[in-house]
T-cell receptor, first 112, second 112 residues
């Protein structure tokens, strides 16, 4: 299936600092989705990006889709303790029917 | 309220036994998915179904089986052939292929 690489695996920040996670693919993606999983919980859908170069914002969260549709990023401004969790990107391949493939996720740990 | 129900939340089995995990949705979604999550890891696709009476293998289908006899239900059987069955199993659904996923709360399976 589609391979998506996500970095970093872990990120420790002080509360109030910014956070960014990156997702990369060797092939063109039809779209990319972002999910958040709180400790002990299940993934929850955040957003879907479809267009080349697309940028979407949700309060302190900014999502970007690369011009070549091979990479994406999630940036959180001024992190809060409620942002703790694992952030996953996920993608379908361009023309196949392989199901949604998830990156390994970035674990965000916030120190107060 | 509509949603996805997975049962049970915790499941314990002896090695060599088959076990079936339940997944029911009342969202009227066409597509359903099973993922496996190991500690600190991302989600790996086991099986998915885009429509009733049809399903496809994901990246790690060996040792698992599914059925999709009804739109609402997508049970997963973990067979004795699965070498490392202990994991967190997540069921999800989406309106159609390529759409965002809605996840159930998951089932934690422990095999000893």
């Amino acid at each position: 299936g589609q391979q998506v690489m996500q970095i970093p695996q872990y990120q420790h920040v002080q509360e109030g600092e910014d956070f960014t996670t990156y997702c990369n693919s060797s092939t063109t993606l039809s779209n990319i989705q972002w999910y958040k999983q709180r400790p002990g919980g299940h993934p929850v859908f955040l957003i879907q990006l479809v267009k080349s170069g697309e940028v979407k914002k949700q309060k302190r969260l900014t999502f970007q889709f690369g011009e070549a549709k091979k990479n994406s990023s999630l940036h959180i401004t001024a992190t809060q303790t409620t942002d703790v969790g694992t952030y996953f990107c996920a993608a379908y391949s361009g023309g196949g029917a392989d199901g949604l493939t998830f990156g390994k996720g970035t674990h965000l740990i916030i120190q107060p | 309220d509509g949603g996805i129900t997975q049962s049970p939340k915790y499941l314990f089995r002896k090695e060599g036994q088959n076990v079936t995990l339940s997944c029911e949705q009342n969202l009227n979604h066409d597509a359903m998915y099973w993922y496996r999550q190991d500690p600190g890891q991302g989600l790996r696709l086991i099986y998915y179904s885009q429509i009733v009476n049809d399903f496809q293998k994901g990246d790690i289908a060996e040792g698992y089986s599914v059925s999709r006899e009804k739109k609402e239900s997508f049970p997963l059987t973990v067979t004795s052939a699965q070498k490392n069955p202990t994991a967190f199993y997540l069921c999800a659904s989406s309106t159609s292929y390529n759409s965002p996923l809605h996840f159930g709360n998951g089932t934690r399976l422990t095999v000893t």
